[in-house]
Each structure stands twice: as structure tokens, then as C-alpha cells.
């Protein structure tokens, strides 16, 4: 059984940058997907981003301003968010997939979430 714990999540004004972080514990490898959805009031879960063997994707809407990474000693992936916007304001979930699953619908892990609001 994986859990993942997520941080760094806060009010910041537009234009600003935030980190998260999500600690996994238990038995998670390299080769397992690790990633970040947001989910913003009155809408779907998205996928932002995700991370494999330092391959990695990002949702066209975070291109350019977000940057993924993960340091597998720790089994810590984080999500360095830049010129964040007001529309960034969601509550973002770190996942996980047990190797060798990637579909965005099979995700096996879910953190508890982190607040992130922007504003204007």
C-alpha cells in the first residue's frame, strides 16, 4: 500500500511561484508513475502533469510554467509552479500508478490534496 502526503500548496498572487511536494510512502519504485491533477471549484479533474524514468508530460495550459520532478532516493515528486495565474486556482492531487499502468482513468494512489489559490 502506497500513501501519498502532499505540501507546499498557498495563497499566492498572480504572476508568483509555488512548490508542492508529495512524500510517498510504502512500496513505490522508479519506474512508477508519479504525478499531479488539480481539480478547480465546479469543474473535472485535470491532468497537469506526470513523470517516468525523467520522461515526462504536461497539460498544454501548464507548459512552459510548470516543471516536474522527482527524487526518487526521497520517493518525493514535486511540482514547481511559476507565473502562476488565477485560473492555476485549484485544489491539486498528487498520484501515483503501479508500474506498468499510465492511462490518466488508472491511477492507483491519490494524496489528500493541497489548496492552491492565486489571486489577482
Known amino acids: 500500500q502506497v500513501q501519498l502526503v502532499e505540501s507546499g500548496g498557498g495563497l499566492v498572487q498572480a504572476g508568483g511561484s509555488l512548490r508542492l511536494s508529495c512524500a510517498a510512502s510504502?512500496?513505490?519504485?522508479?519506474?512508477?508513475?508519479m504525478g499531479w491533477y488539480r481539480q478547480a471549484p465546479g469543474k473535472q479533474r485535470e491532468l497537469v502533469a506526470h513523470?517516468?524514468?525523467?520522461?515526462?508530460y504536461y497539460a498544454d495550459s501548464v507548459k512552459g510554467r510548470f516543471t516536474i520532478s522527482r527524487d526518487n532516493a526521497k520517493n518525493t515528486a514535486y511540482l514547481q509552479m511559476t507565473s502562476l495565474k488565477p485560473e492555476d486556482t485549484a485544489v491539486y492531487y498528487c498520484?501515483?500508478?503501479?508500474?506498468?499502468?499510465?492511462?490518466?482513468?488508472?491511477?492507483?494512489?491519490w494524496g489528500q490534496g493541497t489548496q492552491v489559490t492565486v489571486s489577482s
Open positions: 498520484a501515483a500508478w503501479q508500474f506498468p499502468k499510465t492511462h490518466p482513468q488508472l491511477v492507483d494512489y
Open positions: 510504502g512500496t513505490i519504485f522508479s519506474r512508477d508513475v
Open positions: 513523470i517516468t524514468f525523467g520522461n515526462t
